[in-house]
Nanobody, 120 residues
């Protein structure tokens, strides 16, 4: 299984950016998909998550600004980021808990990370 992220880049404060992450491989089901981020010198933190049924959770710092969504048919999760702030600057990682074909035990998978920089 591989998670491939796209959509990072440089944006001015107050701007918007969208991230996507597609999972591929011998996937039986994906229970939970999420976005984490890690800023320099800080621990990796959960930004937002979404279950297969569409229930979502967000970090307090991004509530009302970020929206997570997923397309189960495409095994893809999205993160729409609006009203971006310099403190949102970080490497953003996609995470998914996946059951692979023939394996009853869900496993954590991570993307390679994509840089988001908010700066004027």
């Amino acid at each position: 299984v591989v998670l491939v992220e796209s959509g990072g880049g440089l944006v001015q404060p107050g701007g918007s950016l969208g991230l996507s992450c597609a999972a591929s491989g011998s996937i039986y089901s994906i229970n939970y998909m999420a976005w984490y981020r890690q800023a320099p010198g800080k621990q990796r933190e959960l930004v937002a998550g979404i279950t297969s049924g569409g229930f979502t959770n967000y970090a307090d710092s991004v509530k009302g600004r970020f929206t997570i969504s997923r397309d189960n048919a495409k095994n893809t999760v999205y993160l729409q980021m609006n009203s971006l702030k310099p403190e949102d600057t970080a490497v953003y990682y996609c995470n998914a808990i996946i059951r692979t074909t023939g394996n009853p035990h869900p496993t954590d998978y991570w993307g390679q990370g994509t840089q988001v920089t908010v700066s004027s």
